[in-house]
């Protein structure tokens, strides 16, 4: 089956994007890992919180 070049045009897109944005949040994740105190605790924790999701709220627990 051959694919119109539109549509392997969106694919190729679409993968690219996706890996722009996997670098992007890797090198977002990598920066804030040295942001870490002496027991290895992340800098600027905060409290456990409810969050807003959809029609309802779900729990963000902090990870001490």
């Not at 694919?11 to 996997?22: F, I, K, P, T």
């Not at 905060?46 to 902090?62: C, F, H, L, T, W």
Request: charged share 30%.
């Amino acid at each position: 089956m051959r694919l119109p070049a539109d549509e392997i045009v969106r694919q190729g897109a679409r993968r690219m994007l996706a890996a722009a944005l996997e670098a992007e949040v890797n090198q977002s994740i990598a920066e804030l890992a040295a942001d870490a105190d002496e027991h290895g605790r992340r800098l600027g924790q905060r409290e456990d919180r409810a969050v807003s999701v959809g029609p309802g709220q779900a729990g963000a627990a902090s990870t001490t």
